[in-house]
């Protein structure tokens, strides 16, 4: 069983930063894909970024490309999202997935492993 806890979810203002995390199990994380997904009210849940095991590859949306830092620490076997001139519309319920390959995808089915889901809330 393959468990994804996140933290780091809050209100912060427009324009501020916020740091998600999310542990896994040492196994899970050297071997796979680790991402994280958004979903707002009313709308789908919408892909973020991606790194792989490796940490050779890593895949942004477009959105958030610019604002948006993944990375992956080996040694706490957890995965961030930095968040960086946060817009109201980032206001989301973010996932943290994982897949056992090691290459990213944009979609969520080809993701087995979801966390529980934080929130994030950006005041205008």
């Known amino acids: 069983q393959v468990q994804l806890v996140e933290s780091g979810g809050g209100l912060v203002q427009a324009g501020g930063s916020l740091k998600l995390s999310c542990a896994t199990s040492e196994r899970t994380f050297r071997s796979y894909v680790m991402g994280w997904f958004r979903q707002a009210p009313g709308k789908e849940r919408e892909f973020v970024a991606a790194?792989?095991?490796?940490?050779?590859?890593?895949y942004y949306a477009d959105s958030v490309k610019g604002r948006f830092a993944i990375s992956r620490d080996d040694t706490k076997s957890s995965v961030y999202l930095q968040m960086n001139r946060l817009k109201p519309e980032d206001t989301a319920v973010y996932y943290c997935?994982?897949?056992?390959?090691?290459?990213?995808?944009?979609?969520?089915?080809?993701?087995?492993?979801w966390g529980q889901g934080t929130q994030v809330t950006v005041s205008s």
């Open positions: 997935v994982a897949d056992p390959r090691n290459y990213g995808s944009r979609f969520p089915h080809e993701y087995d492993y």
């Open positions: 790194i792989t095991w490796t940490g050779d590859s890593i």
